[in-house]
Structure formats: structure tokens, C-alpha cells
């Protein structure tokens, strides 16, 4: 069994910050790409940022130098610093990992609940 745990979601106002935290526990065996993932109301989920385990980064066009992605493995934790927030960045964010669980030959995807980030005055 996988949880990922998103934290940091809240009301921010424009140009403000916000710092999302997720936490991947279980019989993790091992992880390889984790990721944030957005998705506002009416529109397909999209790609914000992902990082592997070896720190190699990748970030939707719409981050525009706005975000950071980082990543604790000793932890099973990925962070995503977002900065100059705006009105349009308002969605429910969910955390992403590419994983393998025990010592299954093979990677599974798996999503968090999400944590709604909310940019208004």
C-alpha cells in the first residue's frame, strides 16, 4: 500500500507564495520520477514540474521561471516552491510518483488527493 500525502495548499493573494510539500510512504521500494501536477475547474490535468531522482527537472511552459521544484529522497518528499502567484495559477495541485513497490519488477504510477491552491485578493 502507497499514500502520497499532499500539505501547503491555502488562499494566497496575487504575487504571493506558496510552498507545496508531499510525502510518499508505504512499501516503497524505490521512486523514480515525482511530480505536481494542476488541473482548475473545466480544464485537463496538466504538468507543472517533475523531478527525477537524479535532480533532473521539467517544468510546464506556464511556470515561466515562476516555480521550484526540489526533492528530499531520503524522505520520499518533493517540494514545490511556488513564487508570483496569480490569479491563473487557482487549481487543485496533485502530487505524482513513479514508483515500485517491494521488489516488483516494474514502476506504477500514483496520484495524492490533492490540495486545492486558491489565488485571489
Known amino acids: 500500500q502507497v499514500q502520497l500525502v499532499e500539505s501547503g495548499g491555502g488562499l494566497v493573494q496575487p504575487g504571493g507564495s506558496l510552498r507545496l510539500s508531499c510525502v510518499a510512504s508505504?512499501?516503497?521500494?524505490?521512486?523514480?520520477?515525482m511530480g505536481w501536477y494542476r488541473q482548475a475547474p473545466g480544464e485537463k490535468r496538466k504538468l507543472v514540474a517533475s523531478i527525477s531522482s537524479q535532480g533532473a527537472t521539467d517544468y510546464g511552459d506556464f511556470v515561466k521561471g515562476r516555480f521550484i521544484i526540489s526533492r528530499d529522497n531520503a524522505k520520499n518528499t518533493v517540494y514545490l516552491q511556488m513564487n508570483s502567484l496569480k490569479p491563473e495559477d487557482t487549481a487543485v495541485y496533485y502530487c505524482n510518483a513513479v514508483l515500485r513497490i517491494d521488489a516488483r519488477p516494474y514502476f506504477d504510477n500514483y496520484w495524492g488527493q490533492g490540495t486545492q491552491v486558491t489565488v485571489s485578493s
Open positions: 508505504g512499501t516503497i521500494f524505490s521512486i523514480n520520477v
